[in-house]
Nanobody
Framework: QVQLVESGGGLVQPGGSLRLSCAASGSIFSINIMGWYRQAPGKQRELVAS???????TLADSVKGRFTISRDNAKNTVYLQMDSLKPEDTAVYYC????????????????WGQGTQVAISS
């Protein structure tokens, strides 16, 4: 019913930039929070950034000043602009959306994308 499709991952050198996109589609009634998480090998999944429907953002301390999250509500799409990338940013990045479907519009659930690999290496 609902799909989150990510794009934009890849391999870049330290100091480089990438822009991730995630588009939500399907029987969506409303979307509350959208965000990006990441999981490095051997580590737990962690929140990178999130954004509410009215544009309020939260960023992990490790990415403040380097990453920017934005959202296009008309397109149900969230973006993550990643600048000044470091090797420690290497991880699989997952898109998350807390949303209500048309069928269950009174209740919100978390949906996840399939993940996109980001690798920072010289």
């Amino acid at each position: 019913q609902v799909q989150l499709v990510e794009s934009g991952g890849g391999l870049v050198q330290p100091g480089g930039s990438l822009r991730l996109s995630c588009a939500a589609s399907g029987s969506i009634f409303s979307i509350n929070i959208m965000g990006w998480y990441r999981q490095a090998p051997g580590k737990q999944r962690e929140l990178v950034a999130s954004i509410t429907g009215d544009g309020s953002t939260t960023l992990a301390d490790s990415v403040k000043g380097r990453f920017t999250i934005s959202r296009d509500n008309a397109k149900n799409t969230v973006y993550l602009q990643m600048d000044s990338l470091k090797p420690e940013d290497t991880a699989v990045y997952y898109c998350n959306a807390r949303l209500a479907t048309v069928r269950l519009r009174w209740r919100e659930f978390d949906y996840w994308g399939q993940g996109t690999q980001v690798a920072i290496s010289s």
